[in-house]
C-alpha cells in the first residue's frame, strides 16, 4: 500500500472471466476529508464543468467527481496513445485500473528508476512529446507533472496522476503548464 497526497494506492488481484487467471490491478481510493478538497481545490475552482458540481458539505460526492476526472482523463491520454494505466472500472470514489509493473513488484517512478544518461535522455524525450501530444490530440494539460507523477517500465514512461489535468481553457492552465515545464527541465531532475 501506498499513501499519497489525495488517494491511498493499493495492489490487488482481479480475477476476470477467465477461469483461473489472475491479473494484478491497482486500486486508488480517493480520500474523502475536507483538507484533501483544499489541496484540489486550486485545479477546479475556475473550472465551469465542475463549478456547479463541487459540495463542501459532501466531501464524498466530491472524492467521486475526482476520480471520475482521473478516470476520463487516462481514458483520453489512452486514446492519444499515451502510456499510461489501463482504466478498469470506477466504483464510487476507487478508480480501479491496470497494474504497471511485474513479479507483483510496481514499476519504479522516474524519481526512484536509476536510469543511465541515455534512458534518462530517453525518457525525457518521451516526457517532452507525451506532454506535446497531451496539448494537441486530448486539449490537456498534466498540471502536475513531475519525476513522482511518471512511471518508468520496460523503457517506457507512463503518465498517471491525472486527476488535475485541465484544458488549455482553464483560467490557470498556462501557469499549471509552466509549472510542468519547469519540473521537468529542472537541473536536479536531469542529473
Not at 42 to 60: A, S
Not at 97 to 122: C, H, V, W
Request: aromatic residues 12%; proline residues 3%; hydrophobic residues 40%.
Amino acid at each position: 500500500m501506498k499513501v499519497g497526497k489525495e488517494a491511498f494506492i493499493l495492489h490487488a488481484d482481479r480475477f476476470p472471466n477467465v477461469i483461473g487467471k489472475r491479473e494484478k490491478c491497482v486500486v486508488k481510493m480517493f480520500k474523502t476529508d475536507f483538507f484533501q478538497f483544499k489541496l484540489q481545490e486550486k485545479y477546479v475552482k475556475y473550472n465551469p464543468n465542475f463549478k456547479d458540481k463541487i459540495d463542501k458539505q459532501n466531501m464524498g460526492k466530491y472524492s467521486q467527481l475526482w476520480a471520475e476526472r482521473e478516470r476520463d482523463n487516462l481514458i483520453r491520454l489512452k486514446n492519444a496513445d499515451i502510456p499510461c494505466p489501463e482504466v478498469i472500472t470506477l466504483k464510487q470514489h476507487l478508480l480501479i485500473m491496470s497494474f504497471i509493473g511485474e513479479n507483483y513488484r510496481p514499476a519504479l517512478t522516474l524519481k526512484d528508476a536509476n536510469l543511465s544518461d541515455q534512458k534518462f535522455n530517453d525518457a525525457y524525450l518521451q516526457v517532452i512529446k507525451a506532454m506535446k501530444t497531451m496539448y494537441e490530440k486530448e486539449n490537456l494539460i498534466h498540471g502536475d507533472l513531475s519525476e513522482d507523477n511518471i512511471l518508468w517500465f520496460k523503457e517506457c514512461c507512463y503518465f498517471i496522476d491525472v486527476g488535475q489535468a485541465m484544458a488549455p481553457t482553464d483560467v490557470n492552465a498556462y501557469n499549471f503548464l509552466y509549472r510542468d515545464c519547469q519540473k521537468i527541465t529542472d537541473e536536479s531532475i536531469l542529473m
